[in-house]
């Protein structure tokens, strides 16, 4: 037997109050002798037997009472799984769905506070003094049992849980956690067991079908009660932002680009008047006013040029509607400097005719306002110094060079520079291979000179979306490319394609013959991307007057070479998008000696994961295991330059929400309750449950045996009443 209140026990030594005051009554008479007193003593000596017995009964029924009130104060309860108990110990395991569809609101409350509201009733009516056991279990971007055990202590958890997150839910995961626990459950001693599925039931983050369903079929098979709740409202609309992008993805100071964005209205009746800013950095740069169909999605589109250079941070914004964390979305926009070119070739000899170096110069030193910094080199007067200024190298058919050349020129790539490889006939084979080897370029070999005596060569477009043929999209400029005739090129010998062999090599351009199809001649532009270093590419139809015509087409070469050496250009070691619940990691070109990790929010805080160093003095660093706020993070770093000068390098990546959660469409009831076995309980919250039976097998709640103690007390009392009121009638 336990009690809840047992500082009432304290009082049992009142049960004596009856019998002590019946003592003092007896005493109060005075004894006075008088000439019929015996008499008297003869009857009562016949009918004291029945008077003590009438008396003790009064006294046993007054005692009675006194003791049971004291019990029911002190609030009794029986053992677990007695008789007097009323019902087996029971188990309550609550699934909570904490993805960003849980936070739309209606009528003052979302989706989630309604299922904390359920999950809490549900709780408070466990006693863990009658050996009931519960847990919590929380799915957001991961699954994760906060609490389990005590009742009580899943309460707590419970009611620390005040918002949901800003991603998907892990449902499979926490569904599988879920079986896991009414299997530790079931051994602790409870006999039912509930799970609680509190959910929106959004249609685009279940399959019952798939894992979700298997889940829950295992649940119910292992004979545990499972009721589905759907906790979201009749009535779901839902305005969202769901794609944010810029097209080209990065610009230079004062190109235009067009930012453009996918908006969608989710609902049964149009919006109106439903206002739009885009912001840069925090500061609106345009505002207009939109008007949205039922159902309708827009694909919108704006012109923008930035002027300063560095990683911007672009939003889209909506009016806030019922689920305002996707009415806006963030993408960082890389303003990027002109790129520094190191060019490194020598001079045609005099009376010569111009080689790759004269023939690409007039079309990369464009002076001052140039969209290239460009700086000339001999193959000879190379150094580390001059590398680390630089984000290009081009190797202008530059001939044999000196091995030290060459290690400088590995070390340039494997640091993410970019390497470009203007073949020509000066560089012979076996030059090229050493070229090749410095740089572990796998397999890849730089062929003779292909001379055609009986006609010539045009290029053909392999890889039309690669960002150095933006211009050729367009077939009105295409034959700038396509129809240049190629008498002589360099070859060039891909590897052998094999499974993988050809993982890290794209072909963009091919020569063939201008009748024909098909790559006839081989590759004319390749390109080599090994992961954790720079990009290469090596261009067999550079511009040469004695081979081709490229130097007479410039609407066409120009274009291309400064495509090229954009697209060369060191990137951030990181995507610049991540979606909520991912990790954040850099690589930053030297290990940093001071690092500050800015939120959305504005909260700032240095990561404490240590750097690991990569090849070519680069570092590696997780700055957040979870990024769980949507928005623009900031993380800047302080740098010890080559010369000992401290420099700040500020980077940023663009958390955003999926777009699948935007829309809250609801599985239907009839739907999930067909796919699912008999017996689990689909309903939506507030509704009585569809199957009557499968309720009542759901665990009641306890029953207070001190409410019996009071029932007792009062028919007690009753009974004393009517007793005594009897005794003094016969008594006179």
């Known amino acids: 037997m336990n009690f809840l209140r047992p500082e009432f026990l304290w009082a049992l030594p009142l049960v004596a109050l009856p019998v002590v005051i019946h003592l003092l009554n007896r005493q109060r008479y005075q004894r006075v002798d008088f000439s019929a007193m015996e008499f008297l003593r003869l009857a009562l000596k016949r009918t004291r037997k029945r008077l003590f017995l009438e008396d003790f009964l009064l006294l046993l029924l007054r005692t009675l009472a006194v003791l049971l009130l004291i019990l029911a104060l002190a609030k009794p309860g029986a053992d677990p799984g007695s008789l007097l108990a009323g019902r087996s110990a029971r188990a309550e395991i609550l699934l909570l769905d904490a993805s960003l569809s849980m936070a739309h609101r209606q009528g003052g409350t979302s989706a989630f506070e309604r299922a904390l509201a359920f999950g809490q009733e549900s709780l408070e009516q466990l006693a863990p003094e009658r050996g009931d056991r519960a847990a919590l279990i929380v799915a957001g971007t991961t699954a994760e049992r906060t609490a389990y055990g005590d009742p009580a202590e899943v309460l707590s958890a419970l009611q620390e849980q005040d918002q949901p997150g800003n991603g998907e839910a892990a449902l499979a995961s926490a569904l599988e956690m879920a079986l896991r626990s009414a299997d530790s459950l079931a051994a602790e001693g409870p006999e039912e067991i509930r799970i609680s599925i509190l959910s929106d039931l959004q249609l685009s983050a279940w399959d019952f079908e798939g894992s979700e369903g298997q889940a829950i079929r295992r649940l119910a098979e292992a004979g545990h009660f499972v009721q589905i709740l759907d906790t979201g409202f009749r009535k779901r609309q839902n305005t969202a932002v769901l794609e944010l992008r810029v097209d080209p993805p990065e610009l230079s100071p004062g190109e235009y680009g067009q930012v453009r964005a996918r908006i969608r209205h989710f609902g049964e009746q149009a919006r109106s ?37 560095g990683p911007r941070g672009l939003e889209l914004r909506l009016a806030g509607d019922s689920l305002p964390t996707d009415d806006r979305r963030c993408r960082i926009l890389p303003v990027r400097p002109a790129p520094r070119v190191l060019l490194i070739g020598e001079a045609a000899a005099a009376g010569e005719p111009d080689g790759i ?24 007067r190379l150094g580390s110094d001059v590398l680390e200024k630089v984000d290009v190298v081009l190797l202008a058919d530059p001939g044999p060079l000196p091995p030290s050349t060459l290690a400088e020129l590995a070390t340039f790539h494997s640091r993410g520079g970019g390497l470009f490889l203007a073949l020509g006939p000066r560089t012979g084979e076996a030059d090229h291979a050493e070229v090749l080897e410095a740089l572990q370029v796998p397999a890849l070999a730089i062929g003779p000179v292909v001379r055609l005596n009986d006609g010539n060569a045009k290029l053909a477009i ?46 963009i351009l091919d020569f063939i013959q201008p009748t024909g199809e098909g790559a006839e001649f081989g590759p004319a532009l390749v390109e080599w991307e090994p992961e954790g270093r720079g990009r290469l590419v090596a261009m067999a139809a550079s511009p040469l007057p004695a081979w081709n015509r490229m130097v007479e087409v410039p609407g066409g070469t120009l274009p291309l070479l400064l495509d090229l050496v954009a697209h060369l250009t060191p990137r951030p070691g990181h995507p610049l998008e991540v979606q909520v619940g991912g990790s954040l990691e850099l690589i930053w070109p030297r290990a940093p000696s001071e690092v500050l990790l800015t939120d959305p929010t504005g909260t700032s805080r240095h990561p404490s994961s240590p750097t690991a160093l990569l090849p070519g003095g680069r570092a590696k660093q997780r700055l957040a295991e979870t990024a769980a706020i949507p928005g623009a993070w900031t993380a800047e770093a302080r740098l010890l330059d080559p010369s000992g000068e401290e420099e700040t390098l500020v980077e940023r990546i663009a958390v955003v929400t999926p777009a699948a959660e935007s829309d809250l469409s609801p599985a239907p009831t009839s739907m999930v309750t067909s796919l699912l076995p008999e017996g689990v309980s689909v309903r939506r919250l507030g509704e009585e449950s569809p199957d009557p039976a499968a309720e009542s097998t759901a665990p009641s709640g306890p029953r207070d045996l001190s409410g019996h103690l009071y029932r007792g007390v009062l028919l007690l009392l009753i009974a004393e009443t009517l007793l005594a009121a009897l005794l003094d009638r016969r008594r006179g």
């Open 357 to 380: 170096r004269e023939s690409i110069l007039p079309f990369l030193d464009l002076g001052e306002g140039s969209p290239v910094r460009l700086e000339q080199r001999l193959p000879g």
């Open 462 to 507: 392999r890889e039309a979306q690669h960002p150095a043929l933006r211009l050729f999209e367009d077939p009105v400029w295409r034959p700038l490319l396509t129809e240049v005739p190629f008498a002589a090129f360099r070859q060039i010998r891909l590897p052998a394609e094999t499974p993988g062999s050809l993982a890290d090599f794209q072909v």
């Open 273 to 309: 008047g439903l206002r739009l800013s885009l912001v840069v950095d925090g500061v609106p740069v345009h505002q207009e006013v939109l008007d949205l169909e039922a159902g309708e999605e827009l694909d919108w589109n704006h012109a923008l040029a930035l002027a300063d250079p």
